[in-house]
């Protein structure tokens, strides 16, 4: 783990056992720190926090407060935190179910939601089931258990709905027919190799290890290996092809 981050997560950690005390089972980082994709200055850093109860108010606004930007620096362009409790994160709901959720960063635009009814539906409600099923494989702790003893995986159909909803939603943000393509659509793009992936392999990688993976089964090489080369600087994709692919996958998934 990059050592500044590990330093920043240190921080993260001393602050949510003081504001939770005995309420805490454990933090977990997840995303790209999890997948071992971290790259400093491009990747957020995100955390799930589990609580043994429904916080209270009060609880859930001072973990707000003692863990923004302003309070916490974070070193990278932003933190992502949820915090659920113990029940949601092992009953592998596809709802959101969290208890608070903290976006903050130097470079990402404030949010704190302090139930789900909080967070805009336009945003998506996916990625809650979605990022829970990547903690259950590869949630790294910070502390408390193993991410696998606390967090549950998804039940088949609702992985596949979620990553249906993933999909779609990606494919909605990606650059309209005859307009130039935008950064999203190689995300978008990379996104669909991880769907391809976690449902064909049972794995869930980085979006460019998937890609990766998607290269070397012969899915549309070119267009992929030019998604990979973009997210370091490369050219972008070609959009029009770009959204085929998606849609091609799309369509697998949804037709089981």
Not at 81 to 104: D, K
Not at 202 to 211: P, R, T
Request: net charge neutral.
């Amino acid at each position: 783990m990059d050592p500044v981050v590990r330093r920043y997560l240190d921080g993260l950690v001393t602050a949510v056992q003081d504001v939770l005390g005995p309420d805490l089972v454990g933090v977990y980082a997840a995303g790209s720190v999890a997948l071992d994709a971290y790259r400093p200055g491009r990747s957020d850093v995100d955390v799930a926090v589990v609580c043994r109860d429904t916080l209270p108010r009060r609880a859930r606004e001072q973990l707000v407060s003692r863990l923004r930007h302003e309070a916490l620096p974070c070193p990278a362009r932003g933190l992502e935190l949820v915090a659920y409790t113990r029940a949601v994160a092992g009953s592998g709901t596809p709802e959101p179910g969290f208890e608070v959720e903290l976006n903050t960063g130097s470079r990402m635009p404030f949010r704190a939601a302090l139930t789900p009814a909080d967070r805009p539906a336009a945003d998506g409600r996916f990625w809650y089931g979605l990022d829970r099923s990547i903690l259950h494989q590869r949630g790294r702790p910070l502390t408390g258990p193993p991410a696998g003893e606390v967090f549950a995986e998804l039940s088949p159909g609702d992985l596949r709905d979620l990553l249906v909803a993933a999909l779609r939603w990606w494919l909605a943000r990606s650059a309209p027919p005859g307009d130039d393509p935008a950064p999203a659509t190689v995300d978008a793009v990379l996104g669909a190799c991880r769907a391809l992936v976690r449902l064909h392999d049972g794995d869930w990688l980085s979006k460019v290890a998937a890609g990766h993976r998607v290269i070397a089964l012969g899915r549309d090489p070119e267009l992929v290996r030019r998604c990979v080369d973009a997210r370091a600087g490369g050219p972008l994709p070609d959009d029009a092809a770009a959204r085929a692919f998606q849609q091609r996958v799309l369509d697998e998934i949804a037709a089981g």
